[in-house]
């Protein structure tokens, strides 16, 4: 018996059905791969503003760095350290503090005594405000700066010296309601002149400064 061959060159159908799946799998994967790809429109979040109107409607969701939250918050403990320092100062150490900065004061106070002497009232005006930004409370140094401030006859800008003696550190100071007066004087004010002499009357009682006041009403006529 003879086999029969012809099927051989018969078109398979099961094949045409296999290719016919295949091609559906495919298309299947396309179609899953366009939905991943595809990406939702960006929404600009400035979007309908304008000089006018300010209201934003969307927010924007992107993800933010964090570091410079971290920078800020280092800082922070930084000052945070400063202060506990500044804290943790003994009594003792702000006396040691205070007396070195008295020291360099008086060093610059002595500096602009000497270009007084000599009559250099502007060097020795920079030396007294050195010597004021390491002590800021010495009526002693407003004094010398205001004083020198009369030589130049900027009587104003003595009056500002003065006064912050007078209402911000020692009221009774004799020397500054003296040199008041003469300032005042110099400015014609006659009347206010002779009120800052009867305070420091008034404020200073004792023989000395009873007899330094008339020296100065002498030297205010002649010199001053």
């Known amino acids: 018996m003879d086999a029969n061959e012809s099927f051989i060159d018969e078109r398979s159908i099961v094949l ?7 091609d559906m799998l495919n298309a299947n994967k396309l179609d899953t791969g366009k939905g991943k790809e595809e990406k939702k429109p960006e929404v600009d979040p400035s979007a309908g503003v304008t000089d006018t109107s300010f209201l934003v409607f969307a927010r924007d969701l992107r993800k933010k760095s964090s570091r410079p939250l971290k920078k800020i918050f280092k800082n922070s403990n930084t000052n945070q350290i400063s202060s506990m320092r ?34 250099n009232f502007e060097k020795s005006i920079s030396y007294y405000s050195k010597a004021i930004q390491y002590v800021a409370d010495s009526p002693v140094l407003y004094c010398n700066r205001a004083l020198a ?8 800008q003595a009056l500002f010296d003065l006064d912050y003696v007078i209402f911000k550190l020692d009221p009774c100071h004799l020397k500054a309601w003296l040199y008041r007066a003469g300032a005042l004087l110099r400015l014609n004010n006659e009347a206010e002149s002779l ?10 009682r004792g023989e000395k400064e009873q007899n330094y006041i008339i020296y100065f009403l ?3 006529r002649n010199e001053f």
């Open 86 to 119: 500044q804290i943790d100062v003994t009594p003792k150490e702000r006396i040691e503090a205070r007396c070195d900065r008295e020291r360099v004061a008086d060093s610059f106070r002595r500096l602009g005594n000497e270009e007084y002497r000599r009559a």
């Open 16 to 22: 045409d059905i296999l290719k016919q799946l295949d």
């Open 218 to 220: 002498e030297k205010l």
């Open 149 to 156: 401030k009369i030589k130049k006859r900027d009587f104003k």
């Open 195 to 204: 009120k800052a002499i009867d305070s420091a009357r008034v404020l200073n």
